[in-house]
């Protein structure tokens, strides 16, 4: 029978092998030394919890799209659209145009229409709707997809797609859907179509990374119509599941230029999940018109060490002059974006964050507010919705842009997740979100520094137990 000296010695091989692999990602000093305490502290708890929670970074080879676009995107129509993009954004937005699309090393793009779906029924209806009328191909990507009433429906409508001759291509998180059987999509495999987990735990392809993401929400139909926002499909998002209640969600139909940029992004998870290509020029409409509105695509993940979600959030801060204000499903700042939201509203812009108190994270909720009151004596108004649980990923900056995405304010959205949202130059759809905000602003409680410094003793305490996990979330 092994003795007490071998596992001990077991388990200081796992953390030696865990602690060089967190060094070798240059994490955060606050959170590299948070990890390296707890995995030699607790050799098997701590090396565990790390593979399975703590790693962050994934090497993957990309499908070059710029290269593998080449031959159906002309270098001097490429220049074209790119010179009337910026002479659609105001001088003073400019820079920040320039700056965000270096960031994320995407072509600035356009869209022509950007609606705003404000309830799953819309989504879900309008989706089909897509699906139902859909000439040469679907693409579906979901965080969370269930075998439940709108998960069926949803998938019944891709099978009848598929059997008509459409190509049809369903990309799911593993994590996210892993209630979900593979089964489900039977039918619509026998029809024809594809479907593929977007798989960071895979041992036969040397993967093993428990605590990567894939929380992009995008579809794509024909090239022509791309839905992205923060929905994914199950009952909940109707507000029909008992445990979660009401709840209140934001999922936005763009159409233009900008369908074949979102492509570009499901194209690239494909080659990741599969290793076959979406480079036909079929799949990307080509079209010399550039968008009624300038657009650009956010994306960002744990394969980028750049980080472009948190330095395009801070970018954002950074330019807002007269106001910012974001709605988010989490929050959980770290350093760089609490002083980014400190100086922004130390500048005098309306800064707001809406944050839903009914939540199915508690302790994301108490993180979220040991926080308060470094905030608010900046300026930053704090606002708490109750009555749904807000999974809106959104913002409004200034009049006239907005951002519709799957990122939260949290450490994972910045760093660990597979994010993707538009930011947009849109009056009409800036104006519609600053108005529903507006109005949940109302029906919500703002947070007030005097109220909030006499909430009960046990609450201050179980956010200063909390807060100090914040790095590792």
């Given at each position: 029978m092994p003795s007490l000296t071998f596992f001990t010695i077991i388990g200081y091989t796992m953390a030696l092998i865990a602690v060089v692999h967190l060094l070798s990602l240059r994490k955060q000093p606050a959170s590299t030394l948070a990890w390296a305490w707890g995995i030699l502290l607790f050799p098997y708890l701590g090396a565990m919890l790390y593979w399975g929670i703590g790693a962050d970074r994934l090497r993957r080879k990309r499908l070059r799209r710029r290269a593998a676009f080449a031959p159906f995107r002309r270098d001097r129509r490429e220049h074209r659209r790119h010179e009337a993009f910026f002479a659609l954004v105001p001088e003073d937005d400019l820079g920040l145009a320039r700056v965000l699309a270096r960031l994320n090393r995407i072509p600035p793009t356009g869209v022509d229409r950007f609606r705003l779906l404000h309830t799953a029924d819309v989504f879900y209806d309008t989706l089909i709707e897509r699906i139902d009328a859909a000439r040469h191909h679907i693409h579906i990507q979901f965080f969370i997809w269930r075998d439940d009433?709108?998960?069926?429906?949803?998938?019944?409508?891709?099978?009848?797609?598929a059997r008509r001759g459409v190509i049809v291509r369903v990309l799911l998180d593993e994590i996210g859907s892993v209630l979900l059987a593979a089964s489900h999509f039977r039918d619509l495999v026998l029809a024809g179509g594809e479907f593929s987990w977007f798989q960071t735990i895979s041992p036969l392809r040397r993967r093993f990374l428990f605590n990567l993401r894939n929380h992009r929400k995008v579809q794509i139909i024909d090239g022509e119509y791309a839905f992205v926002g923060g929905m994914n499909v199950g009952r909940e998002y109707q507000g029909l599941d008992p445990k979660f209640g009401a709840w209140r969600d934001l999922q936005a139909e763009l159409t233009g230029p900008v369908a074949c940029t979102l492509q570009e992004s499901f194209a690239d998870d494909w080659f990741f999940a599969t290793g076959r290509r979406v480079i036909e020029a079929c799949y990307y409409p080509d079209s010399a018109d550039t968008g009624r509105h300038p657009a650009l695509v956010l994306a960002?993940?744990?394969?980028?060490?750049?980080?472009?979600p948190q330095k395009s959030i801070v970018s954002l801060f950074n330019h807002a002059r007269r106001r910012a204000w974001f709605t988010t499903g989490y929050f959980v700042p770290n350093g760089v974006l609490l002083s980014a939201l400190q100086l922004c509203a130390a500048r005098g812009v309306d800064v707001r964050l809406l944050i839903t108190e009914k939540t199915d994270h508690p302790g994301l909720l108490r993180i979220g507010r040991?926080?308060?009151?470094?905030?608010?004596?900046?300026?930053?108004?704090?606002?708490?919705?109750?009555?749904?649980?807000?999974?809106?990923?959104?913002?409004?900056?200034?009049?006239?842009?907005?951002l519709v995405g799957s990122a939260n304010l949290d450490n994972r959205s910045m760093r660990v997740n597979f994010e993707l949202g538009v930011f947009a130059r849109e009056p009409d759809a800036a104006a519609e979100l600053a108005a529903r905000l507006e109005e949940d602003f109302t029906a919500s409680i703002e947070i007030k520094p005097a109220t909030f410094a006499r909430r009960p003793w046990y609450e201050k305490s179980m956010e200063a137990a909390f807060r100090p996990f914040a790095p590792l979330l």
């Open positions: 009433d709108p998960g069926r429906r949803l998938r019944n409508a891709l099978v009848a797609a960002g993940g744990p394969d980028d060490p750049s980080e472009p040991s926080f308060y009151d470094e905030l608010m004596a900046a300026g930053v108004r704090i606002f708490e919705y109750s009555r749904a649980l807000n999974h809106t990923k959104a913002a409004v900056i200034d009049e006239d842009w907005l």
